[in-house]
């Protein structure tokens, strides 16, 4: 039977409205957000004690990635901190049984665990008793080997090091910020970033300070290098919650800026650990 199109007003509507939309997913659930360094930073709350919230990532540098960039090294991956380190030395130099037969090694391709195999068998009562054994112990419980840090490809994906302790964070192969601990390190890290052109043009904040090549000033110096690791940690997370990142040049409190104000702050705590600074490029 034909209906009268006109008459369609009068009949009443029975299909039920549309439903609402259903709320955005909890902050847990939601994708994860692109980091500074082009890598997927997950959404984690800044309050979990699980994840430890946001980290900066780090590394650590001295002559031969030895004694105190690993003591560094160990000191921020137990804090959960993303860190790698790396000597400055065309050789990695360990105490000999004289000051003019040191123990000579490669970077890159020689590992800590077959240093101390070699020191045991040449003697193990001399290098127990100057530390070098204890040194080796320490140091292949954090990685493989000494890498050398003008060997380092800068952005190219760490899959190798995955077994490293502070692995977890670093895998990009960029960090913010570097920490060298001794003036001639500096120098060299300083110099090497000049001669690679800053191709990533990416900011990374070189910082030295001055330590003691011992076991007992490389203690200190690991513990205020972690001090200064939070302090700096805590400015960055501060700002990517507020406002978010801004690089050098976007405003007098950028993160950037502010360094050598937080650094300033920490050399009072630290008197005797002398300290430098310069913003560079990658």
């Given at each position: ?48 004690k699980e994840e430890g ?166 203690l200190v110096g690991g ?60």
């Amino acid at each position: 039977m034909a209906t009268d199109p006109r008459l369609a007003r009068t009949i009443p509507r029975t299909e039920t409205p549309p439903q609402p939309p259903p709320p955005p997913p909890p902050l847990s659930q939601q994708k994860s957000v692109m980091g500074y360094d082009g890598a997927s930073d997950r959404a984690i709350d800044p309050g979990s004690k699980e994840e430890g919230g946001f980290r900066l990532k780090f590394c650590t540098v001295c002559a031969s990635n030895q004694n105190r960039s690993m003591e560094a090294h160990l000191r921020l991956s137990l804090a959960s901190y993303p860190v790698i380190s790396f000597g400055t030395g065309s050789l990695v130099r360990l105490p000999g049984p004289s000051i003019t037969q040191p123990n000579v090694y490669p970077f890159n391709s020689t590992s800590y665990s077959q240093m101390y195999t070699e020191l045991s068998s040449k003697d193990s009562r001399l290098y127990r008793a100057n530390g070098l054994l204890t040194m080796l112990e320490r140091n292949r419980s954090v990685k493989w080997g000494p890498e050398r840090w003008q060997d380092w490809a800068v952005g190219k994906p760490r899959l190798d090091h995955k077994d490293d302790r502070g692995s977890r964070g670093s895998e990009g192969g960029i960090v913010d910020v570097v920490i060298t601990c001794e003036e001639r390190c500096w120098d060299a890290v300083v110099d090497n970033l000049l001669e690679r052109g800053s191709p990533l043009n990416r900011p990374v904040h070189v910082i030295n300070v001055d330590i003691k090549d011992n076991h007992e000033e490389a203690l200190v110096g690991g513990k205020a290098i972690l001090d200064l690791a939070d302090t700096l940690n805590e400015a960055a997370r501060s700002e990517r919650e507020g406002d978010g990142w801004r690089i050098s040049g976007d405003g007098d409190r950028s993160f950037d800026t502010r360094v050598p104000e937080i650094l300033a702050e920490w050399q009072d705590r630290w008197k005797n650990l002398p300290a430098l600074w310069t913003l560079a490029w990658f």
